[in-house]
């Protein structure tokens, strides 16, 4: 039974650009799908390339010519404090939407919002401490200063499986920065976004700042790739949309941002807490049902305590609440879509086929209205399974068994992602060094999936370029511009 009920009709949104909320030019219209209803729950435009081209103007021209990025960093910040605010206060109504579009749980759906409001509070903070340098020492002819610019216009391209959150971790870092923003949602999920306008507009944001384009990637979002307009772009996506972003940059150089893929490997060596270990696993597989990009996906373990470790985490992972993602018993919903259920599903048939054995799961839920899968594990794998190897965004894990510490750190970073890795024993130099020779942009040890605005995230290897919040998180979207200054006579060169 869900505690909330569904909308009698789908939400209608508009883009949002240069200060005004539009149809856009095409007229067609997307409607997105509850994946775990499957009822229509929202409508925004079918943006085409015309529309990104009239938002890359807006925020060209609001860069060159308009206050946001002249006007003192503290103003900036006055203003983004006001959005934290009233991201708060609409935390339920955007949280309804976001787990309508993405088939979430509701009660984590809330948690992202008012955790995005938290980092909304963060960047704004951070906007005061973003400085340039001096070097005083270069004799007393020269002062050399290094000025910290705003980069520019930023193209912010995001995916569907955390729409609010993701934004937040770039968004109010790149108005932090001064910068000018166009952002292409995913176009499935893309009405958190557009209401995020709505509020930004509310809150005095001055026009084309941000500009708001929906539709497909190819149309709306390739534009952005191609522009030289466009200073920098951010994509969080897929591998395969990092290297358009990439091949694009080839021909205009423009500064990528790139938080792409991940096949995260959990590390549980034998003198671990094995309870903790399991309850820690089966959270980070199933989490967001498996579609989280720094989610478990390859778990090894030590083989004294292999054969115990999976009983206690199939024991776990049996006891996930997978259902309605209205209601807010729910630990698990529904996957994206249909295509990309029989995908994940496809990555278990392979493997049974290819010799694994399922512990648990393995199969669409009885909830035939959407599409939602059993948490899933899978022993007698090989390290060369397409399923060890290939970003199933799903709630499946593969178990492997290792005998030495050196194996298990050749077989966390035998792939070619490096977004993630957790560990888990109780010996610290053990975990230190294991942190210390994963190759992953993010490591956790003992825990999994923690996180906070104070900190940079990011991929190393194929999972991406750059990083996105702390700190880290504004000066990525800056740059640096030395001046020297002469305090002396000349002496000429020419006589
Ligand atoms: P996707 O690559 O299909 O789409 C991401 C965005 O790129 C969407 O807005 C899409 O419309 C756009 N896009 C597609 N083609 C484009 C083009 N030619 N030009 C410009 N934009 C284009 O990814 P997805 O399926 O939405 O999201 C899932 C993927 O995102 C997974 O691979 C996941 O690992 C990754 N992800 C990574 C992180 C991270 O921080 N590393 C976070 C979340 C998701």
Redesign the pocket.
């Known amino acids: 039974m869900a505690s909330i009920s569904l909308p009698a009709a789908p939400r209608r949104f508009k883009m949002y650009i240069g200060g005004q909320f539009t149809d856009g030019l095409s007229g067609e219209v997307c409607t997105r799908h509850s994946p775990g209803h499957s009822v229509p729950v929202a409508q925004w435009p079918q943006g085409c390339e015309a529309d990104a081209l009239q938002a890359i103007a807006q925020a060209r021209q609001a860069f060159d010519h308009g206050p946001w990025p002249r006007m003192a960093a503290g103003e900036r910040a006055a203003l983004l404090f006001k959005v934290a605010g009233l991201i708060e206060a609409h935390a339920q109504e955007i949280g309804l939407i976001e787990s309508l579009e993405t088939g979430k749980p509701i009660t984590q759906a809330l948690g992202e919002i008012r955790a995005a409001a938290d980092v909304w509070r963060f960047a704004a903070g951070a906007a005061r401490v973003v400085k340039g340098d001096a070097h005083n020492n270069l004799g007393d002819r020269v002062l050399a200063m290094v000025l910290r610019e705003p980069i520019g216009v930023v193209g912010l391209?995001?995916?569907?499986?955390?729409p609010f959150f993701?934004l937040a971790e770039r968004l109010p870092f790149i108005l932090a920065a001064g910068c000018t923003v166009v952002i292409?949602?995913?176009?499935a999920t893309s009405g958190s976004t557009l209401r995020l306008c709505e509020l930004l507009h509310g809150a005095g944001l001055p026009c084309g700042v941000v500009n708001a384009v929906t539709g497909?990637?190819?149309a709306v979002?390739?534009p952005?790739?191609d522009s030289g307009l466009i200073d920098m772009v951010s994509?969080?996506?897929?591998?395969?949309?990092g290297r358009?972003a990439i091949l694009a940059s080839a021909g205009n150089i423009k500064k990528l941002g790139l938080?792409?893929?991940?096949k995260n490997p959990h590390i549980v060596f034998a003198d671990a807490c094995l309870d903790d270990a399991a309850d820690g696993v089966a959270f980070a597989m199933a989490f967001n049902a498996g579609q989280c990009?720094v989610g478990a996906s390859r778990l090894l373990v030590e083989r004294p305590v292999a054969a115990e470790f999976t009983a206690k985490l199939a024991a776990k992972m049996a006891r996930i609440r997978v259902g309605d993602p209205l209601d807010a018993q729910t630990q698990v919903g529904a996957l994206f879509g249909q295509a990309h259920m029989e995908k994940v599903l496809g990555f278990i048939e392979q493997g049974v086929r290819m010799g694994a054995h399922i512990v648990c799961g393995g199969a669409r839920t009885d909830h035939r209205d959407g599409y939602f899968v059993q948490p899933t594990l899978l022993t007698d794998v090989r390290a060369d399974m397409p399923l060890m190897r290939e970003?199933i965004?799903g709630p499946v894990l593969g178990a492997m068994a290792f005998d030495t510490f050196d194996e298990a750190i050749r077989l966390a970073n035998d792939c070619e992602f490096g977004?993630s890795a957790s560990i888990w024993t109780q010996d610290l130099s053990r975990a230190l060094r294991a942190s210390r020779q994963v190759r992953a942009g993010r490591v956790w040890v003992n825990t999994t999936l923690d996180n906070g605005p104070e900190t940079p995230?990011g991929?190393m290897k194929q999972?991406?370029l750059g990083r996105e919040t702390g700190l880290a998180g504004i000066e990525e979207y800056t740059e640096l511009k030395t001046v020297h200054v002469n305090l002396q006579p000349r002496t000429h060169w020419i006589d």
């Open positions: 391209i995001t995916p569907w499986n955390f993701i292409k949602p995913s176009e497909l990637g190819d979002g390739q952005l790739l994509v969080t996506g897929s591998t395969g949309t358009k938080e792409l893929g991940g990009c970003e965004f977004l995230l991929g999972s991406g």
